[in-house]
């Protein structure tokens, strides 16, 4: 399997660009949402709702492309762990992640050596501005996939991909914010953060996360949790915060 692709440059187009898809494309796209469907189908087995966002929900997937699927609300993760490994999925790796001090943290985990399927999920409550930077990438449910039902959504490059019966239409979101925030159903906030965010990783290249911490074989996220927690005055904070 490739290795992934650096992070993405904010797109400086400004005309709407039609791509159509070969059949090698719509067979790539076909093989990602059903290695979806399969891992969340796992989790459903448990009531575990969940969605996968970005490319895969888009269209617009490559050979670089990965599968996300998020579970948007706080689970045990025993719960996770039991549902998927008897299902068959292997758990290569396991980490605590938190984007900035103001994020929730989140469980990854990894289902492939070169973590490109993972399953993430929330360790406290998600606010609804963490909750729209999952929409504004683009989600499906289980549902829409087995529909085959592809939704509008923004990449990295900060380009609107809007689905067509023959592959996509991309434009700008700079400049367009409030039209895209209507189409993609979030907020104009989200919209300006993520245009501030990867405007700024543009200038100054990779940013990095605030926190990441990697769980060891024997480690649960709930029991590494308190321990940042108890150890981290920044994640106590939120914790607190979210906890009240």
Same mark, same amino acid.
């Given at each position: ?10 797109? /400086? =187009?400004?005309?709407?660009?039609? !791509?159509?898809?070969?059949? *090698? @494309?719509?067979? %790539?796209?076909?093989?990602? &949402? ?60 396991? /980490? =605590?992640?938190?984007?900035?001090? !103001?994020?929730?943290?989140? *469980? @990854?985990?990894? %289902?492939?050596?070169?973590? &490109? ?128």
């Amino acid at each position: 399997m490739e290795k992934k692709r650096g992070a993405e440059k904010p797109s /400086r =187009i400004w005309d709407q660009v039609q !791509s159509r898809y070969d059949e *090698a @494309h719509w067979d %790539l796209l076909r093989s990602l &949402r059903n290695r979806s469907l399969e891992v969340m189908n796992a989790l459903e087995k448990g009531q575990i709702r969940s969605i996968v966002h970005g490319s895969v929900a888009r269209g617009d997937v490559d050979s670089y492309s990965d599968i996300d699927v998020v579970i948007p609300y706080v689970v045990p993760s025993h719960r996770v762990e039991v549902l998927l490994g008897i299902d068959g999925f292997e758990l290569y790796s396991r /980490r =605590i992640a938190q984007a900035t001090p !103001s994020h929730a943290p989140k *469980a @990854h985990i990894y %289902l492939d050596s070169q973590e &490109r399927v993972s399953v993430t999920f929330p360790l406290l409550g998600l606010r609804s501005l963490e909750l729209d930077f999952f929409k504004f990438g683009g989600v499906v449910d289980t549902e829409l996939l087995k529909k085959e039902t592809r939704v509008p959504g923004c990449t990295k490059k900060l380009t609107l991909i809007e689905p067509t019966p023959e592959g996509h239409v991309e434009s700008p979101v700079l400049g367009c914010e409030a039209q895209v925030a209507k189409k993609v159903g979030v907020s104009v906030d989200i919209v300006k953060e993520r245009i501030r965010v990867l405007t700024r990783r543009d200038r100054i290249g990779r940013t990095g996360i605030f926190q990441l911490t990697e769980l060891g074989k024997d480690d649960t996220f709930e029991g590494v949790m308190k321990k940042l927690v108890d150890t981290n005055p920044a994640i106590r904070r939120i914790h607190l915060s979210r906890t009240k």
